[in-house]
Protein backbone atom coordinates (compact mmCIF):
# COMPACT_ATOMS: atom_id res chain seq x y z
CA UNK A 1 0.00 0.00 0.00
CA UNK A 2 1.13 3.26 -0.59
CA UNK A 3 1.83 5.16 3.31
CA UNK A 4 2.28 8.61 1.41
CA UNK A 5 -0.98 8.96 -0.03
CA UNK A 6 -2.75 7.71 3.42
CA UNK A 7 -0.76 10.20 5.52
CA UNK A 8 -1.39 12.91 3.00
CA UNK A 9 -5.41 12.50 3.14
CA UNK A 10 -4.93 12.10 7.02
CA UNK A 11 -3.23 15.31 7.43
CA UNK A 12 -5.82 17.14 4.87
CA UNK A 13 -8.75 15.79 6.51
CA UNK A 14 -9.77 14.45 3.26
CA UNK A 15 -11.86 11.14 3.39
CA UNK A 16 -10.24 8.29 1.74
CA UNK A 17 -12.61 6.01 -0.69
CA UNK A 18 -10.16 3.21 -1.70
CA UNK A 19 -11.47 2.11 -4.73
CA UNK A 20 -11.47 -2.07 -4.39
CA UNK A 21 -13.11 -3.25 -8.06
CA UNK A 22 -10.72 -5.58 -9.62
CA UNK A 23 -8.99 -6.14 -6.46
CA UNK A 24 -8.84 -9.26 -4.50
CA UNK A 25 -10.12 -10.34 -0.98
CA UNK A 26 -6.78 -10.65 0.23
CA UNK A 27 -5.79 -7.47 -1.52
CA UNK A 28 -8.45 -5.42 0.39
CA UNK A 29 -7.73 -7.09 3.59
CA UNK A 30 -4.27 -6.25 3.94
CA UNK A 31 -5.11 -2.32 3.40
CA UNK A 32 -8.25 -3.05 6.25
CA UNK A 33 -5.55 -4.40 8.13
CA UNK A 34 -3.73 -1.12 7.85
CA UNK A 35 -6.70 0.71 9.46
CA UNK A 36 -8.70 1.69 5.82
CA UNK A 37 -12.53 1.28 6.62
CA UNK A 38 -13.72 2.57 3.71
CA UNK A 39 -13.97 0.98 0.28
CA UNK A 40 -15.63 1.63 -2.92
CA UNK A 41 -16.84 -0.87 -5.92
CA UNK A 42 -18.45 0.38 -8.80
CA UNK A 43 -20.38 -2.71 -10.03
CA UNK A 44 -23.17 -4.03 -7.41
CA UNK A 45 -22.12 -8.18 -8.67
CA UNK A 46 -18.35 -7.56 -7.82
CA UNK A 47 -19.70 -5.95 -4.09
CA UNK A 48 -21.96 -8.61 -3.11
CA UNK A 49 -19.48 -11.43 -3.90
CA UNK A 50 -16.71 -9.49 -2.11
CA UNK A 51 -18.82 -8.06 1.30
CA UNK A 52 -19.35 -11.92 2.98
CA UNK A 53 -15.53 -12.48 2.60
CA UNK A 54 -14.75 -9.06 4.45
CA UNK A 55 -14.51 -7.89 8.27
CA UNK A 56 -17.98 -6.61 8.67
CA UNK A 57 -16.86 -2.84 10.13
CA UNK A 58 -16.27 -2.02 6.82
CA UNK A 59 -18.25 0.53 5.04
CA UNK A 60 -18.74 0.04 1.67
CA UNK A 61 -19.54 2.72 -0.76
CA UNK A 62 -21.35 2.27 -3.94
CA UNK A 63 -19.64 4.54 -6.55
CA UNK A 64 -20.65 3.34 -10.15
CA UNK A 65 -23.46 3.27 -12.32
CA UNK A 66 -26.80 1.73 -10.61
CA UNK A 67 -29.44 0.38 -12.03
CA UNK A 68 -32.93 0.46 -10.09
CA UNK A 69 -33.48 -3.46 -10.41
CA UNK A 70 -30.01 -4.12 -8.54
CA UNK A 71 -30.71 -1.31 -5.40
CA UNK A 72 -32.06 -4.07 -3.95
CA UNK A 73 -29.58 -6.34 -3.23
CA UNK A 74 -27.13 -3.95 -1.81
CA UNK A 75 -29.60 -1.67 0.49
CA UNK A 76 -29.54 -4.14 3.49
CA UNK A 77 -25.77 -2.80 3.79
CA UNK A 78 -24.43 -0.29 1.75
CA UNK A 79 -23.01 2.48 3.78
CA UNK A 80 -23.34 5.18 0.66
CA UNK A 81 -24.53 5.53 -2.77
CA UNK A 82 -22.10 7.70 -4.93
CA UNK A 83 -23.96 7.95 -7.85
CA UNK A 84 -27.83 8.91 -7.58
CA UNK A 85 -28.65 10.38 -10.89
CA UNK A 86 -31.67 10.44 -11.26
CA UNK A 87 -35.05 11.05 -8.98
CA UNK A 88 -36.73 7.67 -10.23
CA UNK A 89 -33.21 5.61 -8.51
CA UNK A 90 -33.80 7.65 -5.34
CA UNK A 91 -37.23 6.90 -4.79
CA UNK A 92 -36.01 2.88 -5.33
CA UNK A 93 -33.34 3.33 -3.24
CA UNK A 94 -36.14 4.92 -0.43
CA UNK A 95 -38.20 1.89 -0.83
CA UNK A 96 -35.41 -0.56 -0.50
CA UNK A 97 -33.58 1.48 2.58
CA UNK A 98 -37.42 1.64 4.54
CA UNK A 99 -37.55 -2.60 3.58
CA UNK A 100 -34.39 -3.04 5.17
CA UNK A 101 -35.05 -0.24 8.38
CA UNK A 102 -32.20 1.88 7.30
CA UNK A 103 -31.01 5.18 6.02
CA UNK A 104 -28.84 5.39 3.32
CA UNK A 105 -26.03 8.20 2.43
CA UNK A 106 -26.53 9.38 -1.19
CA UNK A 107 -24.23 12.04 -3.51
CA UNK A 108 -26.21 13.60 -6.53
CA UNK A 109 -23.60 12.53 -9.07
CA UNK A 110 -22.76 15.52 -11.66
CA UNK A 111 -21.79 15.49 -15.27
CA UNK A 112 -19.14 17.69 -15.33
CA UNK A 113 -16.65 16.44 -18.22
CA UNK A 114 -16.34 17.90 -21.41
CA UNK A 115 -16.24 13.94 -22.59
CA UNK A 116 -19.51 11.97 -23.90
CA UNK A 117 -20.56 8.50 -22.13
CA UNK A 118 -20.23 9.71 -18.33
CA UNK A 119 -23.21 9.30 -15.89
CA UNK A 120 -24.90 12.50 -14.57
CA UNK A 121 -27.22 14.97 -13.84
CA UNK A 122 -27.08 18.56 -15.05
CA UNK A 123 -27.78 21.81 -12.68
CA UNK A 124 -31.29 21.57 -14.25
CA UNK A 125 -32.18 18.33 -13.51
CA UNK A 126 -30.83 18.22 -9.65
CA UNK A 127 -32.90 21.01 -9.26
CA UNK A 128 -35.65 18.81 -10.26
CA UNK A 129 -34.82 16.26 -8.41
CA UNK A 130 -34.78 18.32 -4.91
CA UNK A 131 -37.65 20.27 -5.86
CA UNK A 132 -39.35 16.86 -5.83
CA UNK A 133 -37.71 15.62 -2.63
CA UNK A 134 -38.98 19.29 -0.89
CA UNK A 135 -42.51 17.66 -2.11
CA UNK A 136 -42.01 14.37 -1.21
CA UNK A 137 -39.37 14.06 1.90
CA UNK A 138 -37.66 10.56 1.74
CA UNK A 139 -36.81 9.62 5.37
CA UNK A 140 -34.41 6.76 4.83
CA UNK A 141 -32.19 8.55 2.56
CA UNK A 142 -29.77 11.43 3.37
CA UNK A 143 -28.46 13.12 0.73
CA UNK A 144 -25.01 13.96 1.77
CA UNK A 145 -23.59 16.01 -1.08
CA UNK A 146 -22.05 16.19 -4.64
CA UNK A 147 -20.05 13.36 -6.80
CA UNK A 148 -18.17 14.10 -9.95
CA UNK A 149 -15.46 12.74 -12.48
CA UNK A 150 -13.42 15.27 -14.20
CA UNK A 151 -12.34 14.64 -17.66
CA UNK A 152 -9.32 11.93 -18.69
CA UNK A 153 -6.85 14.14 -20.03
CA UNK A 154 -3.46 14.98 -19.58
CA UNK A 155 -4.73 19.10 -19.34
CA UNK A 156 -5.06 19.75 -15.51
CA UNK A 157 -6.22 23.09 -16.64
CA UNK A 158 -9.52 21.73 -18.21
CA UNK A 159 -9.97 19.04 -14.78
CA UNK A 160 -9.31 22.13 -12.49
CA UNK A 161 -12.25 23.83 -14.47
CA UNK A 162 -14.64 20.73 -14.08
CA UNK A 163 -14.15 20.72 -10.28
CA UNK A 164 -14.41 24.27 -9.54
CA UNK A 165 -17.87 23.60 -11.62
CA UNK A 166 -18.75 20.96 -9.31
CA UNK A 167 -18.19 22.94 -6.44
CA UNK A 168 -19.92 25.57 -7.61
CA UNK A 169 -22.83 23.66 -8.27
CA UNK A 170 -22.58 22.20 -4.82
CA UNK A 171 -22.47 25.32 -2.94
CA UNK A 172 -25.70 26.58 -5.00
CA UNK A 173 -27.58 23.57 -4.03
CA UNK A 174 -26.42 23.83 -0.54
CA UNK A 175 -27.58 27.46 -0.35
CA UNK A 176 -30.86 26.94 -1.85
CA UNK A 177 -31.71 23.70 -0.58
CA UNK A 178 -29.62 22.62 2.36
CA UNK A 179 -28.82 25.77 4.45
CA UNK A 180 -29.47 24.28 7.69
CA UNK A 181 -28.82 20.65 6.85
CA UNK A 182 -25.12 19.87 8.44
CA UNK A 183 -25.34 16.63 6.31
CA UNK A 184 -24.84 18.36 3.18
CA UNK A 185 -20.92 18.56 3.27
CA UNK A 186 -19.57 16.42 0.99
CA UNK A 187 -17.74 17.08 -2.37
CA UNK A 188 -16.93 13.18 -3.77
CA UNK A 189 -14.27 14.27 -6.69
CA UNK A 190 -10.54 13.04 -7.48
CA UNK A 191 -9.13 9.69 -8.63
CA UNK A 192 -5.72 8.43 -9.03
CA UNK A 193 -4.65 11.24 -11.86
CA UNK A 194 -6.26 14.54 -10.42
CA UNK A 195 -6.81 14.31 -6.68
CA UNK A 196 -4.36 16.54 -6.34
CA UNK A 197 -6.28 18.84 -8.26
CA UNK A 198 -9.24 17.77 -6.81
CA UNK A 199 -8.34 18.73 -2.95
CA UNK A 200 -7.15 21.82 -4.18
CA UNK A 201 -10.39 22.51 -5.65
CA UNK A 202 -12.15 21.65 -2.55
CA UNK A 203 -12.65 17.65 -2.34
CA UNK A 204 -13.45 16.30 0.74
CA UNK A 205 -13.65 12.52 -0.09
CA UNK A 206 -11.54 11.33 -2.30
CA UNK A 207 -11.91 7.72 -4.83
CA UNK A 208 -8.53 6.59 -5.20
CA UNK A 209 -7.78 3.19 -6.56
CA UNK A 210 -4.55 2.56 -8.88
CA UNK A 211 -2.40 4.76 -7.15
CA UNK A 212 -3.51 2.85 -3.98
CA UNK A 213 -3.00 -0.95 -4.69
CA UNK A 214 -0.31 -0.07 -7.12
CA UNK A 215 3.24 1.16 -5.86
C1 LIG B 1 -12.31 3.23 -10.81
C2 LIG B 1 -12.93 4.44 -10.25
C3 LIG B 1 -12.20 5.32 -9.43
C4 LIG B 1 -10.74 5.12 -9.10
O1 LIG B 1 -9.92 5.18 -10.23
P1 LIG B 1 -8.33 5.09 -10.11
O2 LIG B 1 -7.86 5.81 -11.31
O3 LIG B 1 -7.99 3.63 -10.11
O4 LIG B 1 -7.91 5.76 -8.84
C5 LIG B 1 -12.86 6.41 -8.90
N1 LIG B 1 -14.16 6.64 -9.16
C6 LIG B 1 -14.89 5.82 -9.93
C7 LIG B 1 -16.33 6.17 -10.18
C8 LIG B 1 -14.31 4.70 -10.50
O5 LIG B 1 -15.04 3.89 -11.28
Known amino acids: MNESIFDDL ?28 IF ?8 ISKVPLLPDDIYWHLIGHLQKNKVRYIAPFISMIHSVDSYTL ?11 NRIIDVLLQFYIASEESKFGLDEYEAIDLLEKVKLYPMPNVRI ?23 KDIFQKLKSNYFIHNEEFKEISMGMSGDYQIAIEEGSTMVRIGTKLFEQ
Not at 11 to 36: C, E
Open 90 to 100: LEVIQKEAAKS
Open 40 to 47: GENKVQEL
Open 144 to 166: CGVMGMASFTDDSQLVRREFKHL
Open 10 to 37: KSRNVTLVAVSKLRSVDQIFSLYQRGQR
